[in-house]
Every structure is written in structure tokens, then in C-alpha cells.
């Protein structure tokens, strides 16, 4: 069995009892890399010297007290700052960009005493729901490599369900944790926005992004988050909540628990073998006690307009920032100041990052901003109301992750609109700003289905207990493809 | 709404994007479809509907106002595309 199929207590059983060593672990990883990542190119950067060198010195060390993550190969998405290993947002702007700094995230990860592996691949400055839209390379779904991984952490969904590292930091915007890990048949969790601190998170719609974890199992997903979840000063937008134990709450008993199920999530638009594999997940809650009713969120069919105007214009404002002063790539010869931004910039974003750009900067224009940006503000607080009185009648919200499986790559890449509604189930909770993972409930024609799970704000717990029972009645977390 | 070339001309220089003849064409395409998508907006009445710009109530950060040291000069022009006498160094504005 390979090692990273075990629990993550199992293998903290395994190093105590000293059957395994973190060096092991870490040349684990490092040979599962080398033997699959021409085939699934999850990596950008690999920090394979840095890693042995850490995994020897906490073998020689012997250390009494270990950390939650201790000795377990991770990776990191690469908009995630790491101070002296390469941070690119997979972006030709940044392809030269070593930080000064680590993410508060990275920090929690080293404090708990995790492996850095390396950096993982994404859509460009994580715009895409498919990870197509890297600058350097495209990263496959392990599942079938002709497919996309979704994304857009699609390098850090890949990586996981391909066994290369133990577990992966994605980030989600609009759905880019929850339908990648669901296109790769692994465990996603979007925490509620605030939970996990965004500093040396690059930021690309700053009122929606959230940096949360990939892993194969619920329990996994609880330790993870145990580590990230807290307040931090450096951060505004970081919640001073008190932060529960995690772990604790996987007790298997569900009993009572009141689950709705978004009628609009299972319309038009949703394969049926996906629907039908979300009806059946609904029946082994209904097995271990838990009660269902349909429940509606009516402007479920708004989300996409909104999250479109909203997130690309918070989007056009943020990567102002990148003009070829301070880092980055700078264009060559160009005439003034103005001509050094213009080129620079060009030359340096993909085609998504120009139109996300674009559409931004003209619904945030003079003449149009309350046309557009302001009206989906507006939106965004009816979809924040559809949840808010959803749950005062449930504890949770069940629905799938994402309409279908993984499409092939290079289905959709010519119809931008197209793709965007891929995002139907994810991005409503991303404008609420409320929790939800998404795990694996199945196959439809042998692709991995995922079932998504929604809380309340600061109710991970539920969201964590509710996943665990469920795959404590089904095999489908188990499934691995064959690689 | 739709826009024309020349609309999408207008708003890469508010971006500070230099577009091509393609993009400027394939950009007033995709544009227009996903402007016209959003007009289901409209669809909603939103009159007294308080904006959400942000999900969580935010206050700013204050400390004391007390000096304190900055980063090291090496550390912030470390990733500068040139830099001169410990400054970045751009195109001269005025000729």
C-alpha cells in the first residue's frame, strides 16, 4: 500500500513507532514525482535539496514534541508566497519572482512541521476553472490524462490524487478548491472567508478568496485546517473567532441533522449520472439518521452574472499592481513610463487575466459603475439572504460539486462564457462567504463525481462531521486512478 | 448594452493594456456576450437593497503610531527589474 494512502494518524503511528521516517516520506514523494509528473505536470517548482535536507534534520533530531503536520509532504499552490522558493501564480509576469517572505498559511504549515515539496500548478493568477490558463504547462486529471483537473488549483487537486505529495494548499475564489478536488475524486474544503488568514495569499478578488486544503480523507482535511484556521493581525480581513477542535468533531453521529437540498443546484444543466450519484449520497445520510428536504435558493441562477462583475473587478484593482517597477518581468525598451506599464503588462498577463482586466476596469468605469458593479453588489446580499434563511431551517446544504465530470481538454477553451457556468454549484457560497467541502460520492462513466456539503459561517464542524460519517458508509474516498 | 472596438480600445488604456488588432476583435466578441449575460441583473428589482461588498463586518486595523524598522533595502529590491543607488529605477518621466 503506498504510504500515502494511509490516514494521516496512521503515518504519525508509523513514525513514532519509528517503522518510518520522515526522509522516507519525503523520498516517497520525491520518486512518485519523478515517475508521474511527465504525465500529470502538477509542479512548477520543486524544492526536492530543501526537503530531504528538512526531513533528515527532524529524523536526526528526534524532536519529542511533533506538530500536527509532522514529516508529511506537502505542496503548495503557487500563489502562495514561500520565502526563497519561486512564486510565479503560474504567470509569465512573475516566472522571475523569489519572495521575501512567507504566507501566513506557509508559516502555520512549518509551525506544524510539514514538508514544502514544491509548487503546484494553477490557472494564471487563479482565473480558470480548468487549469488550461497556466503561462508554463497544463496539468492533467490523473483520472484520464486527455480530461483537465478542473481549477482553478488544479496542480494541487492533480498532485494529491496522483500520490505525489500527502497533501496540497489550493485557494478558492469562485469554486477553485472545491471542483478540482471534485473533478479529481479527493477531499476539498473552502473554509468561511475569514477562517484562514490571506496574507502572501496573491490577491485576486480579495472579497472572496480563501486558502484552504486538498487531502484524500475528511480526517486529513480536519488536521490541515487545524493547523491554517486562526486570526491573524496582518490580515483585515481576518475573523477573530475562537477556533474549535477540528478533529474532535468527527464523531460519526449525525443522528438528526437537518440537511437541504438545493432544488436549483439539481436542474437544468446537471448530468444525470451526477445527480443521480448525489441522490444516493442523500441516502446514506438518511441511513445514519439524518433528515433531507428539497430547499430552494432563488437566486442561485444570478450567482455567475454577479461573481463575473464582482470578482473581475476586484480582480482589475488588485493587479494594478503589476507594472514592471518592483518585480516581475519588465518589458524591454519602452519609449516613457506609461509605454514601460503598457508593454510590461501585455506582454506579461494570458488572455483570461487581460479579459478578467478588462471586463473589471469597464464595469467599474465612470457611466457604468452602478449599472454593474453596484447591482451585483445588490445581488450578492439576496444570495447571501437565500442562504442566511436556509439556514434557519437546516443545518447544512447538499448539492453536487460541480454539473458534470471533467470535461477534455480543450472543450471549452474558445467559449469563456461557457466555462463560467461550469461554476454553478461553487460560486453562490463563494458570494455568501459560508463553508463547504466537497468529497467524493462516486463515478459516472468511471470520473470521479463529488458531493458538496455547505454550512454555516464558521460552522466547519458540522461541515467536517457530516463529510466524515458519510465516507465512514462509502468506499469512494479509496478510489485511486491508475497511474 | 453593447460595446464596440473602440470602447474596448478606451478601456485596455484605463487598464494600461496595449491590445492587438485580434485581441481588440476577439475581446469586443467575448465581452459583449458576457455584458449581455449579466444584464439578467436587471431582471431583479434591487431598489433598497443594501450592497454586500464584503461578508464580514470590517473595522481597520490600528496600532500605535511609533516608528519602526523597515525592510532591508536588499530584501525590498531583490525581485527590481533595475534598480540604481538603492532606488527603483524607471524611464525618465519629464524629457
Known sequence: MSLFNLRLSEVHDRLHHRDLSVQELVEASVARISETDTKIGAFLTLNEEGALAQAKDMDASGAAERGLLYGLPAGVKDNIVTEGLRTTCASQFLSNYDPIYDATVVEKLKAAQSVTIGKLNMDEFAMGGSNENSSFQLTRNPWDTDRVPGGSSGGSAASVAAGQVYFSLGSDTGGSIRQPAAYCGIVGLKPTYGLVSRYGLVAFASSLDQIGPLTKNVEDSAYVLQAIAGHDKRDTTSANVEIPDYTAALTGDIKGLRIGVAKEYLGEGIDPQVKERVMEALKTFESLGAVWEEVSLPHTDYAIATYYLLASSEASSNLARFDGVRYGVRAEDPANLLDLYKKSRSEGFGPEVKRRIMLGTYALSSGYYDAYYKKAQQVRTLIKRDFDQAFERFDLIVGPTAPTTAFRIGEQVGDPLTMYLNDICTIPVSLAGVPAISVPCGLADGLPVGLQIIGKPFDESTVLRAAHAFEGMTEFHKLRPAL | ?95
Open chain 2, 1 to 95: 448594452m453593447s460595446i464596440a472596438a473602440k470602447d474596448v480600445e478606451h478601456v485596455a488604456n484605463l487598464a494600461r493594456l496595449t491590445l492587438t488588432d485580434d485581441e481588440k476583435e476577439q475581446f469586443t466578441g467575448q465581452l459583449n456576450a458576457i455584458l449581455k449575460y449579466a444584464e439578467k441583473l436587471n431582471e431583479l428589482d434591487t431598489a433598497g437593497v443594501e450592497p454586500t461588498s464584503h461578508v464580514l463586518p470590517l473595522s481597520n486595523v490600528m496600532r500605535e503610531d511609533a516608528p519602526k524598522a523597515s525592510l532591508p533595502i536588499e530584501k525590498v529590491l531583490r525581485n527590481a527589474p533595475e534598480a540604481e543607488d538603492d532606488q527603483f529605477k524607471v524611464p525618465a518621466v519629464l524629457e
